[in-house]
């Protein structure tokens, strides 16, 4: 059982609804990563379980302890044990990291206490020398760690992050993405992060909740929801990806394509099924049995991602060099996994 | 390829606007420095005289008084207003609001017809009740508080109404509203405390007509006095050396420790900001501020009704008024539009000027909005008391001028919030399509910012409507406004036809202020409906 369970959880806006009948178990001591298309209701997860508004109907249990109830706020924000680091950071523009870290341990904590915490917390995210630095003088990766250390300071039993890396660019992203999951792993934190990003969701996350249009699509470990998807959207969503329809016969797919292997039987024992190719499964390569045209090209740096297209169908694929637009390319398919047609 | 033929020329426009506002508020300053540069040793003599140490004691200890306390009382009425469900809490806001648009002196009249030795709380209470100290200090306190307490209220309401939720959400993570509200929001409002305590500091060091009605002398009485009293030109310029030295004090703090420390979001924003619950408080709370509203402000409205009597006296007031009501409305209507036009031309050139010629227009034309009224009609006087000119010293004109010179910065800076709430795109994806200034002005800026333009009328025409201390010392015979007629009243006629005429000023106010009210609404409803 979750250390978060939030059970057929409805929310809506004034003008529209966020969550429909949403459930979802985060667990204790791992990260959870929400992602989802804009729009589809993860920071209103975040806010729920925060307690700034209780779910219009369900309810969001903490531990043991129901903390919010049909249209009810059971358990104040303040008496939660959850840290949010927010995606502007939300850093009080007049207070210094100290005094920021040192405001937000309770008042019952001797002020001895209060002080070692707050230096043993700005030496965990490596901020010992800005202690007396307001955001305002910050950089911005130094303002993100300011923000993780006001999370971690008070020892939450839950930290919930809302895209806090959006803003930074990448080599600085992947740094904090490595401290985030030292600290997590050192400190035994329960994470629940929000991001729509690739990188974060792979290189943080246990595990991955995919939320669509207020409902979890699917959970489940990263790399599993990757490999297995339930559905077209979270295949498409989590990576790059073809969607070539297709028809379960005989223990193998037929498609536009022409034959393919079919991993694995559909579990619900349906025909009309779409076959998910990814460009890392494509391999270009003069002696590949299939053909098609190269429609464009773009260069990713290492390779170019080649649009292929034949009748009835296209594709993406990965090439060591560009190719010119309109030649025909051969390449051979290694792997592909197959979803349903149409929405479970 | 032959070059494009260059559309952009606004120089032309905003040079022109700000030369004829800089004309009716500036240029008449100039005489009145130089009348002193002349007359040193004799200014020396009058400004070290005792009696201008106690002036200077009373303008000071007054005004500070009644910014400090508005500031105090104001900051509570703000957060209550602004960030808890207090019961009514917008038309508490209203009725609060109401004294900043009267001229303060009405307000002085209705407190007296309750405190004074005959007033409603000797009448229910027995003479010994009267409010003995309403003549002085403690009634120029009380009344200019009243007055004033609305500026703090609304700029700390605003204020926290801009502070982006998510600072006060990460705080309530760990402690209960109360701290939040201690901790975070009163830290993060308090340039817009100080700005509300300067503020009202240089309205209380310009105000005339309170301290005179209280008899209590400070210098914006005694320029009246020398000035209209003894025609003493040279005490009269004397004293308001001093006067305009406390004011350039008071712009000289805020722009060198608030500049940039105040600022407000838009509303689509301050939407999202969350509110505190009060919960067995709020019906308490309710009941406490209301009763401050009702005591301030509805109170003394109540005794000017009682003091004016039955119809007969509004019949005699409003015969004592003459022309001189419907004269303010279309005085006061002919400048607030005259000042929304310059004032987008001089918004525009403060908005999108660059930064160091910004701050110093920026800092003229919220000097001349600070000058006290009394000061700078001196200056209007010696300004435009030549041979030839005698079609706008001796007409309503020469008010109309000062009000424009006058109040012209609060429409521009208006305007200027207006302007610079847009996207520079809007203006600018025209210019690259050649389009004219001009016609960018009418067609694009002038629509986009109606609600702002709308807003600087009204405030405008308002302030108009309660100005005494402009109009009282430069207003020539037969062209007197209806405040200057009651304030003339005062002296000789009863106070039941004084009260009356003050509540035909107040209701004037309140018509005005509705049809604004109405008429933003529409207009932002009608910007609401381009998305």
């Not at chain 1, 791992?30 to 804009?38: I, N, Q």
């Not at chain 1, 579990?267 to 190269?294: F, I």
């Not at chain 2, 390829?1 to 260059?6: N, T, Y």
Request: with cysteine.
């Amino acid at each position: 059982m979750g250390l978060i369970r939030l059970e057929g959880v409805h929310f809506r806006y004034p003008r529209a609804p966020v969550l429909d009948d949403l459930s979802l178990d985060v667990r204790a001591g791992a990260v959870t990563v929400l992602v989802g298309a804009s729009g589809s209701g993860k920071s209103t997860v975040l806010r729920l379980i925060a307690g700034f508004e209780p779910p219009a109907r369900g309810r969001v249990v903490i531990g043991e302890e129901t903390v919010s109830r049909d249209g009810r706020v059971l358990i104040p924000p303040e008496a939660r044990g959850v840290s949010l680091v927010f995606q502007d950071l939300a850093l009080w523009p007049h207070l210094t990291a100290r005094e920021t870290l040192e405001l937000v341990l309770s008042r019952e904590v001797p002020r001895e206490e209060r002080r070692r915490r707050t230096e043993e917390a700005l030496a965990a995210v490596g901020l010992e020398g800005h202690a007396e630095a307001r955001p305002a003088s910050l950089s911005g990766g130094e303002r993100q760690r300011v923000a993780l250390a006001r999370a971690i300071v008070t020892r939450p039993r839950i930290l919930l992050m809302d895209e806090p890396l959006a803003n930074l660019d990448p080599p600085l992203r992947r740094a904090l993405i490595e401290e985030i999951r030292q600290l997590q792993r050192r400190l035994t934190l329960t994470i629940l992060y929000v991001t729509h990003n690739h990188e974060e969701t792979f290189g943080l996350g246990d595990h991955a909740a995919v939320l669509r249009a207020g409902r979890v699509e699917q959970v489940g470990p990263p790399r599993e929801l990757y490999e297995r998807p339930r559905s077209a959207f979270v295949a498409s969503f989590l990576g790059r990806c073809a969607l070539v329809p297709a028809r379960a016969r005989d223990g193998g797919l037929e498609s536009a394509l022409g034959a393919l292997p079919l991993p694995r039987p559909d579990p619900a024992g349906r025909s009309e099924l779409l076959a998910v190719v990814r460009p890392e499964d494509v391999v270009v390569g003069d002696d590949g049995p299939l053909s098609g045209k190269v429609e464009r090209a773009m260069c990713l740096g290492s390779a170019f991602e080649v649009e292929l297209a034949g009748p009835g169908w296209r594709l993406w694929a990965l090439a060591p060099a560009e190719p010119v637009p309109g030649s025909v390319l051969r390449f051979a398919i290694r792997r592909v996994v197959t979803v349903p047609a149409s929405d479970p | 390829m032959s070059a494009p033929r260059a559309t952009w020329r606004p120089t032309p426009w905003l040079t022109g606007g700000l030369a004829i506002a800089l004309a009716a508020g500036a240029l008449p300053l100039v005489p009145l420095a130089v009348s002193a540069a002349r007359d040193v040793p004799a200014l020396a003599v009058e400004l070290a005289s005792p009696r201008a140490a106690v002036l200077l004691l009373h303008t000071i200890l007054l005004a500070g008084l009644v910014a400090l306390i508005s500031g105090v009382i104001g900051t509570g009425l703000g957060v209550l207003i602004g960030k808890t469900d207090l019961p009514l809490r917008m038309p508490l806001a209203g009725v609060l609001t109401f004294p900043l648009f009267l001229p303060p002196y009405v307000l002085a009249l209705g407190w007296f017809s309750v405190l004074g030795s005959d007033g409603l709380l000797a009448a229910a209470l027995g003479p010994g009740a009267a409010f003995r100290f309403f003549f002085g200090l403690g009634g120029a306190v009380l009344v200019l508080t009243t007055a004033y307490t609305p500026i703090a209220a609304h700029l700390v309401r605003i204020a926290l109404r801009s502070i982006d939720p998510t600072l006060e959400e990460a705080a309530r993570l760990s402690f209960r509203w109360p701290r939040v509200v201690w901790r975070i929001d009163l830290p993060l409002v308090r340039p817009a405390v100080g700005l509300a305590i300067l503020l009202a500091f240089i309205l209380v060091v310009g105000e005339l007509g309170v301290p005179a009605y209280v008899r209590y002398p400070v210098f914006s009485t005694e320029v009246f006095t020398q000035f209209a009293a003894f025609l003493n030109i040279r005490a009269a310029v004397a004293m308001s050396l001093p006067l305009a030295l406390l004011v350039l004090a008071g712009l000289g703090v805020e722009r060198y420790l608030l500049r940039d420390r105040v600022r407000f979001s838009s509303a689509a924003r301050a939407i999202t900001t969350a509110t505190i619950p009060l919960g067995t408080w709020r019906a308490p709370a309710g009941a406490l501020a209301w009763a401050y509203a009702g005591i301030t402000v509805i109170l003394p409205l109540v005794g000017l009704v009682v003091r004016a009597g039955g119809g007969a006296t509004y019949a005699a007031a409003l015969a004592g008024a003459g022309a001189s009501l419907i004269r303010t409305v279309w005085m006061a209507a002919a400048a607030a539009t005259t000042m929304v036009i310059l004032g987008l031309l001089v918004g525009y050139l403060v908005e999108r000027h660059r930064r160091s010629r910004h701050d110093a227009l920026d800092t003229l034309l919220l000097l001349l909005f600070a000058a006290p009224g009394t000061v700078l009609g001196v200056g209007l006087i010696l300004f435009w008391n030549r041979p030839g000119l005698a079609w706008v010293y001796g007409s309503a004109l020469i008010i109309v001028v000062g009000w424009i010179g006058h109040f012209t910065p609060l429409a521009a800076r208006v305007a200027g919030i207006g302007l610079g709430s847009l996207a520079p795109g809007v203006e600018e994806a025209a210019r690259l399509a050649g389009v004219r200034w001009e016609r960018v002005l009418f067609r694009v800026l002038v629509p986009l910012c109606r609600p702002a333009l709308a807003g600087a009328w009204f405030l405008a025409f308002v302030f108009c409507l309660r100005d005494l201390d402009l109009a009282v010392t430069i207003y020539p015979p037969g062209a007197e406004t209806l405040p200057v007629r009651v304030y003339t009243l005062m002296a000789n006629s009863s106070e039941a036809v004084t009260a009356a005429l003050s509540l035909v000023m107040v209701g004037l106010t309140a018509v005005v202020l509705v049809g604004a009210w109405i008429g933003l609404a529409a207009l932002r409803a009608g910007s609401r409906a381009w998305g």
